[in-house]
T-cell receptor
Framework: DAGVIQSPRHEVTEMGQEVTLRCKPI?????LFWYRQTMMRGLELLIY????????DSGMPEDRFSAKMPNASFSTLKIQPSEPRDSAVYFC????????????FGNGTRLTVT | DAKTTQPNSMESNEEEPVHLPCNHS???????IHWYRQLPSQGPEYVIH???SNVNNRMASLAIAEDRKSSTLILHRATLRDAAVYYC???????????FGAGTTVTVRA
C-alpha cells in the first residue's frame, strides 16, 4: 500500500482565498484524522471520522474550517476564507477500528497564507 | 484527556541505549500507552504501545510500571536516524483519538 496520501505537499495562498487540502487514507481503514501542527501549539487534532461519519469536530478552530469524507477513500479539509494564522502543516492519518491499530500519517501539507 | 509528562529533551551517543521516561499519574483503566515519533519534516510514526505488560518490537521496548503511572520507552542502540521528537500518548478505549503533547526531542551524537 502506498500509505496515506496527501495533496498538495505545499500550498501558498493569499489571505481571503479558499484552500482545500486532500487526503486519501489507506484502503480498508475505518478511521480518518485531521491534525494541524504549528511551532506554537504543536500537533492539534482537528476532527476525526469513523466510517465516513464525523465523530468529534471539537478541535476545528472556527466556522471557516470544514471537513468532509464523501467516501471511504477520500477526505477534504477546507478553509474559507483563509487567514495568515492558518499557516501550518496539516496532517491526515488513518487507522483500523481496533485499539491495537496504530495511526498511519501522511507526509502533510504545508500551508502558507500571506 | 489524561495527561502525560515528558522531559523536553534528551541526548544520547550513537549505539548507546536511550531511556525515555513518561509520567501519566492520572491514567485510567481503559487507557493504552502509545508512543509515536516524528522525524524532521515528516508525519508522526508509530513506535509501540501497551496496556499493562512490557512490550517489545523491532523498533523499541516499552516498560510499564506496575501501577501504570509511568512508562519508559527504550531504544536499545540509538542511531543517527533515531533523532526525532518522541511522543508518549494515552489513548482511551472509549474513543480512538490521539492527543499529542510536546514530546521529548532526542538528539543522537555521532
Amino acid at each position: 500500500d502506498a500509505g496515506v496520501i496527501q495533496s498538495p505537499r505545499h500550498e501558498v495562498t493569499e489571505m481571503g482565498q479558499e484552500v482545500t487540502l486532500r487526503c486519501k487514507p489507506i484502503s480498508g481503514h475505518d478511521y480518518l484524522f485531521w491534525y494541524r501542527q504549528t511551532m506554537m501549539r504543536g500537533l492539534e487534532l482537528l476532527i476525526y471520522f469513523n466510517n465516513n461519519v464525523p465523530i468529534d469536530d471539537s478541535g476545528m478552530p472556527e466556522d471557516r474550517f470544514s471537513a468532509k469524507m464523501p467516501n471511504a477513500s477520500f477526505s477534504t479539509l477546507k478553509i474559507q476564507p483563509s487567514e495568515p494564522r492558518d499557516s501550518a502543516v496539516y496532517f491526515c492519518a488513518s487507522s483500523f477500528i481496533s485499539m491495537n491499530s496504530p495511526l498511519h500519517f501522511g507526509n502533510g501539507t504545508r500551508l502558507t497564507v500571506t | 484527556d489524561a495527561k502525560t509528562t515528558q522531559p523536553n529533551s534528551m541526548e544520547s551517543n550513537e549505539e548507546e541505549p536511550v531511556h525515555l521516561p513518561c509520567n501519566h499519574s492520572t491514567i485510567s483503566g481503559t487507557d493504552y500507552i502509545h508512543w509515536y515519533r516524528q522525524l524532521p519534516s515528516q508525519g508522526p510514526e508509530y513506535v509501540i504501545h501497551g496496556l499493562t505488560s512490557n512490550v517489545n518490537n523491532r523498533m523499541a521496548s516499552l516498560a510499564i510500571a506496575e501501577d501504570r503511572k509511568s512508562s519508559t520507552l527504550i531504544l536499545h542502540r540509538a542511531t543517527l536516524r533515531d533523532a526525532a521528537v518522541y511522543y508518549c500518548i494515552l489513548r482511551s478505549s472509549n474513543d480512538y483519538k490521539l492527543s499529542f503533547g510536546a514530546g521529548t526531542t532526542v538528539t543522537v551524537r555521532a
